[in-house]
T-cell receptor
C-alpha cells in the first residue's frame, strides 16, 4: 500500500525560530514527486514546496526548505524565521509519475507563538 | 480572482436527500480533480477529468456518487441518497494537464457537507 505518515499531529514554534515537520512515505515506485501543502484556517490548500524524486538537490522556496532522504523515504519540511502567518495545517503528499493523484498524510498542525 | 472556485461553500442536508456541488477550475486548466477530506484526515482522491473525460475513479466513489464535466470547463459532483458518513469537506483542484505530475494542482476553498 502507498502511504504517507506524518507522526507529529501538532507542533509549535516561536516567531522567528526554526521548526521542522517530518514526513515518511512508503512506495515501491522510483519516479514520483513529493509536496508540502499548507492549509490555513480558511481551508484553501496552498502548495508550499515540491521535490522531484530524481533530483538529489533539496528544494528550497524562500524560508521553506526540505530534507529529502530517498533511501530512508523521508521528506521533512524546515521553516526558517517562522511568522505568525505560517500557522496552519501542513500536509505532506506524493504523486507517482503518470498517476495524477496526490496521496496525502494526515497533517501536522503548526502553531506559531509571538 | 482567477483561482479555483467552489459552490456552495457550505451545505446542510438531511439523510436521504441528493446534493450537487459545483467546481469552476482555473481557466485553461485541462485537468480537474475531486478530493474528500474528513475531520482530522488529509484529502483523499475521488476522481479526475482530463477535459470532459473522466479518467479515474477511486473505490471511495460509490454508486451514489457521480461526477461530470460536460464541456471540459466546470464540473459537478452529485451525491444521491446522502448518508451521515458522507459528511466531509469536498475539495476541487485543477492543473494545466502536463503528464506525470509535473504541474501543480491548485485547490479551491472546498464545500463542507453536513448530513443530519
Amino acid at each position: 500500500a502507498q502511504t504517507v505518515t506524518q507522526s507529529q499531529p501538532e507542533m509549535s514554534v516561536q516567531e522567528a525560530e526554526t521548526v521542522t515537520l517530518s514526513c515518511t512515505y512508503d512506495t515501491s515506485e522510483s519516479d514520483y514527486y513529493l509536496f508540502w501543502y499548507k492549509q490555513p484556517p480558511s481551508r484553501q490548500m496552498i502548495l508550499v514546496i515540491r521535490q522531484e524524486a530524481y533530483k538529489q538537490q533539496n528544494a528550497t522556496e524562500n524560508r521553506f526548505s526540505v530534507n529529502f532522504q530517498k533511501a530512508a523515504k523521508s521528506f521533512s519540511l524546515k521553516i526558517s524565521d517562522s511568522q505568525l502567518g505560517d500557522a496552519a495545517m501542513y500536509f505532506c503528499a506524493y504523486l507517482i509519475y503518470n498517476t495524477d493523484k496526490l496521496i496525502f498524510g494526515t497533517g501536522t498542525r503548526l502553531q506559531v507563538f509571538p | 480572482d482567477t483561482g479555483v472556485s467552489q459552490n456552495p461553500r457550505h451545505k446542510i442536508t438531511k439523510r436521504g436527500q441528493n446534493v450537487t456541488f459545483r467546481c469552476d477550475p482555473i481557466s485553461e486548466h485541462n485537468r480537474l480533480y475531486w478530493y474528500r477530506q474528513t475531520l482530522g484526515q488529509g484529502p483523499e482522491f475521488l476522481t479526475y477529468f482530463q477535459n470532459e473525460a473522466q479518467l479515474e475513479k477511486s473505490r471511495l466513489l460509490s454508486d451514489r456518487f457521480s461526477a461530470e464535466r460536460p464541456k471540459g470547463s466546470f464540473s459537478t459532483l452529485e451525491i444521491q441518497r446522502t448518508e451521515q458518513g458522507d459528511s466531509a469537506m469536498y475539495l476541487c483542484a485543477s492543473s494545466l494537464g502536463a503528464r506525470g505530475g509535473t504541474d501543480t494542482q491548485y485547490f479551491g476553498p472546498g464545500t463542507r457537507l453536513t448530513v443530519l
